[in-house]
């Protein structure tokens, strides 16, 4: 089970805004910054998204991340074919329990 | 162009070991921690645990703490990630990244920016 919570699928058509939730807590979420994964079946996951809102080189601005409080959220704006895939939430947590990353159990994205 | 790549695909019995390696290419192997995150199949990243390859400093997920240990080699580039005392529900997708500090200047966690291809470990009882 994982400690961020995402919705397991979202949907959307071609042109459309799509946004994908990320529920966390304090020792996570509100107190640390966020990053989303982009991965594609059978290949490695790829940075879409770091400290909430920043985009790295050669990330399209279709691609937008915001944070309030314990949760956070993925925009997609202009939706296109190619965004079909698993998307991930990270923060990393500052738990008693142990100090470490921790991921959402990923949404998937599918393209009607 | 920064690369890191993984040694290939490994089956192994229940209570054995596994080590996996990821050569980094590209880049100044010592200025950025490698990081280990596996995925089984169909599910989500789970963290294991980072290593500094300038100073061989670790830290690991509690729940791999007993069992996994990273190292280094330095003059080959090359990152380890050791699990022992496998089970069947350590069967998965092993990825290496980098913890990219320049996307943070200090003052963030540094995102994982370039991964490995991923090495399939496959524990059978």
């Known amino acids: 089970q994982s400690i961020l919570t995402q919705p397991p699928s979202a949907s959307g058509t071609p042109g459309q805004r799509v946004t994908i939730s990320c529920s966390g807590r304090?020792?996570?979420?509100?107190?640390?910054?966020v990053y989303w994964y982009q991965q594609f079946p059978g290949t490695a996951p790829r940075l879409l998204i770091y400290?909430?809102?920043q985009r790295p080189s050669g990330v399209p601005d279709r691609f937008s991340g915001s944070k309030s409080g314990t949760s956070a959220s993925l925009a997609i704006s202009g939706l296109r074919s190619e965004d079909e895939a698993d998307y991930y939430c990270?923060?990393?947590?500052?738990?008693?329990?142990?100090?470490?990353?921790?991921f959402g159990g990923g949404t998937k994205l599918t393209v009607l | 162009q920064v690369q890191l790549v993984q040694s290939g695909a490994e089956v192994k019995k229940a209570g054995a070991s596994v080590k996996v390696s990821c050569k980094a290419g590209g880049y100044d192997f010592t200025s950025d921690d490698i990081h280990w995150v596996r995925q089984a199949t169909g599910q989500g990243l789970e963290w294991m645990g980072w290593m500094n390859p300038n100073s061989g400093n670790t830290g690991y997920a509690q729940k791999f703490e007993d069992r996994v240990t990273m190292t280094r080699n330095t003059s080959l580039s090359t990152a380890y990630m050791e699990l022992s005392s496998l089970r069947s529900e350590d069967s998965a997708m092993y990825y290496c990244t980098r913890g990219a500090s320049s996307l943070c200047g200090g003052d963030c966690d540094p995102p994982f920016d370039f991964w490995g291809q991923g090495t399939l470990v496959t524990v059978s009882s």
């Open positions: 304090r020792s996570n979420i509100e107190k640390n910054f």
């Open positions: 400290r909430n809102d």
């Open positions: 990270g923060a990393w947590d500052d738990s008693k329990s142990g100090p470490q990353w921790v």
